[in-house]
Nanobody
Framework: HVQLKESGGGLVQAGGSLRLSCAAS????????MGWFRQAPGKEREFLAA????????YYSTAVKGRVTISRDNAKSTVYLQMITLKTEDTAVYYC???????????????????WGQGTQVTVAS
């Protein structure tokens, strides 16, 4: 069965950086676009970033554009989210996501995600 497993979350000071990883198994990773969402306490889960199957196309939400970089390593079946200049409002659970193969890279709806990871907590302290 498909598994997406995030890692790399933790506690960081404002202004710091983190790199999240998501290791995928049980699917042909290179056939899926991949993305990241987050959910802050009391808020809806929101789309952050997406990357195409071969990594050639990326898309970022305006909330994080310029501060995050999504990348992937198909040989390792892993997608990454590098975050810099973290703010307290970035505190959330971060989720890895995979929509259907061939889904266009863009702001995905929750209903367009086929597979979710279990999430990794990121806490940014002031």
């Amino acid at each position: 069965h498909v598994q997406l497993k995030e890692s790399g979350g933790g506690l960081v000071q404002a202004g710091g950086s983190l790199r999240l990883s998501c290791a995928a198994s049980g699917l042909t990773f290179s056939s899926y676009p991949m993305g990241w969402f987050r959910q802050a306490p009391g808020k809806e889960r929101e789309f952050l970033a997406a990357i195409s199957e071969n990594g050639g196309t990326t898309y970022y939400s305006t909330a994080v554009k310029g501060r995050v970089t999504i990348s992937r390593d198909n040989a390792k079946s892993t997608v990454y989210l590098q975050m810099i200049t973290l703010k307290t409002e970035d505190t959330a659970v971060y989720y890895c996501a995979a929509p259907r193969p061939g889904q266009a890279v863009g702001p995905w709806l929750l209903s367009e995600v086929w597979y979710w990871g279990q999430g990794t907590q990121v806490t940014v302290a002031s």
